[in-house]
């Protein structure tokens, strides 16, 4: 069975800094690997994804994330936050044999202060 | 292009009541799935369509039923509602050719009280 675990529930982050979002996972098979991001009061959208191919995946809004197999993690990034970057961050995790049913982290509120 | 539309928004029931949550998609995706999402806890899967006459139970289906009659609709039934089933769920639907890439809908507020 697979598991994810996102190791912050909060990460506050001045304007224009760097941030990392770390998720880490569990599995005996090959992963296909999300990340989702949901602003406030509405749902879930796709930022990116990793499927195979290059482990650096460059999403949506100037996120992107490497997957690192030895580590089995996930971690998201971004150079430079800005405000409209509020909100909350879903790391999710399928495979093939699981008719690709996602596992979802608990999710991490990113927090930009300014 | 309207994607994954739910309704209600919000509601408030008592306990004991039943009540059905609509949801509706017209991008003529195969897949639906309906998750509650609890604070802290990410998003728990409840049940799952793979085409129309075809269900599943997910990670927590006790207290709820689902239904898919047409491609497009995938109603969430409350049954008995209980105050464990306040929560905001969310619709989301999926082409057959995507490996968990899912379009969501905005969310269902449900308070039992």
Redesign the interface.
Known sequence: AQS?TQLD?QVPVFEEAPVELRCNYSSSVSV?L?W?VQYP??????LL?Y?SGSTLVKGINGFEAEFNKSQTSFHLRKPSVHISDTAEY?C?V?T?DSN???I????TKLIIKP | NAGVTQTPKFRILKIGQSMTLQCAQDMNHNYMYWYRQDPGMGLKLIYYSVGAGITDKGEVPNGYNVSRSTTEDFPLRLELAAPSQTSVYFCASSPVSSAGELFFGEGSRLTVL
């Open positions: 994810v529930s296909y999300f989702y009061n509405q749902g879930l959208q796709l994804k499927l879903f999710a399928t093939m690709y049913q996602l979802w982290g608990a999710g």
